[in-house]
């Protein structure tokens, strides 16, 4: 049931924008909850995955596979 495919390291930009004005974020946990962090000020946030999926507008740069 998961229509967005995310992973951990991917950028992905959020439907309302940081307060530092930024608007992309990297992926840096997943599992119940997902932590993010801020790629202008580097401010973590964590949130539950349900409430992330909905605040999720689109994925931006996917993580680099080969690693």
Not at 13 to 26: A, F, L, Q, V
Not at 34 to 40: A, L, S, T, Y
Request: charged share 35%; glycine share 4%; aromatic share 4%.
């Amino acid at each position: 049931m998961v229509d967005k495919d995310f992973a951990i390291n991917d950028i992905v930009e959020m439907k309302k924008p940081h307060p530092c004005g930024e608007n992309s974020w990297k992926i840096i946990r997943m599992g119940m909850d997902i932590r993010i962090k801020c790629m202008g000020c580097e401010h973590s946030v964590m949130i539950p995955r349900r409430e992330f999926t909905k605040k999720l507008k689109r994925i931006t740069q996917k993580a680099d596979s080969s690693t």
